[in-house]
C-alpha cells in the first residue's frame, strides 16, 4: 500500500530530512548517501528552504527512524559510519518527475508550474511548464486507492498572475495562513529573478562544499585520523 498522507501525514522535521535527502541525491550524487552529520547541514541550509529550519541531530535522527518504519529512508551501514537514502518513489508510488516536484514543494514550499520548473533544473530538466502541468495534475487526481491526492492548486491570491501549487503529504493544506503570509511578503519580477538567481548559485556552492567535505570524510577514514588532527598538533 503505498504512503497515505490522509491516515499518517508527515511532520515538518519528517518532511524536511526527506526533501533533503531527494535534493542531495540528485544535486551531489557523489556524496550521497548521506552521513547523520551531511544530513542535518542539508536540513538547515538557509538557502533554497522556505521555511529555514534549525534541527538539531537528535531531531532528525528521530524523523529518519520515524520514516524508515514507513518505508521511506533506509539506512546504509558503512565501515565507520551510517548513511542513510531516500526510498521516496517506491515508497510514495510516484515516478521519478513527481517526486522531484513533491521534494521541491517540501523543500521551499508553495510555487507557481514555472517556479517549479526553474527550480527543478539540477534535480529533473521539465521541456516546458507544461509538462510540469501535468505531472502536478496527475498528483492533484491521485486516486484514493493509491492513497490520494499529494497536491492542490492554491486560489490565486491577490495581485498574483499564476496560482501556486501546494504538497498534501503533510496533511490538508491552511489556505487562508498561505495566502497572509504571501501578502504579507509580496515580491516583485525583478526581485523574485535576482533572488532565485541568487539562491541556485549559492545551492550550487553549498553542493560543491559538501562534496568535498564527503571527499575529505571518506580520505581521513581510510588514513585514520580525524579531520583537523594534524592542525590541532
Known amino acids: ?38 544530513l542535518v547541514l542539508g536540513c538547515n541550509q538557509k538557502s533554497s528552504r522556505d521555511p529555514v529550519m534549525q534541527l ?7 524523523a529518519l527512524d520515524d520514516l524508515r518504519q514507513q518505508t521511506l529512508v533506509q539506512e546504509i551501514g558503512g565501515a ?3 548513511r542513510w537514502e531516500h526510498n521516496f518513489q517506491r515508497g510514495v508510488g510516484v515516478p521519478d518527475q513527481s517526486a522531484a516536484l ?6 521551499r514550499g508553495p510555487q507557481t508550474a514555472a517556479e517549479l520548473r526553474i527550480n527543478a533544473e539540477r534535480w529533473h530538466r521539465f521541456a516546458d511548464t507544461s509538462s510540469v502541468e501535468a505531472f502536478l495534475d496527475e498528483l492533484a487526481e491521485r486516486p484514493e486507492d493509491k492513497g490520494g491526492p499529494l497536491v492542490m492548486l492554491l486560489p490565486r491570491a491577490p495581485g498574483a498572475r499564476e496560482p501556486r501549487w501546494a504538497h498534501l503529504l503533510c496533511g490538508p493544506v491552511d489556505v487562508a495562513a ?34 568535498l567535505r564527503a571527499t575529505v570524510a571518506q580520505l581521513c577514514e581510510q588514513l585514520g585520523v580525524t579531520p583537523g588532527e594534524d592542525a590541532a598538533q
Do not use: C, I, W
Open 1 to 38: 500500500m503505498p504512503f497515505d498522507p490522509h491516515t499518517r501525514p508527515l511532520t515538518a522535521p519528517q518532511a524536511r530530512v526527506l526533501a533533503t535527502l531527494l535534493e542531495k541525491s540528485r544535486t551531489v550524487p557523489d556524496s550521497y548517501p548521506l552521513s547523520l552529520n551531511s
Open 56 to 62: 538539531s541531530d537528535s531531531e532528525v535522527q528521530q
Open 80 to 82: 565507520r559510519v551510517a
Open 102 to 107: 513533491l521534494g521541491l514543494l517540501m523543500l
Open 178 to 211: 498561505l495566502q497572509a503570509g504571501a501578502q504579507a511578503a509580496p515580491r516583485t519580477g525583478a526581485s523574485a529573478a535576482d533572488s532565485d538567481a541568487l539562491a541556485q548559485r549559492v545551492q550550487a556552492l553549498e553542493g560543491e562544499v559538501a562534496a
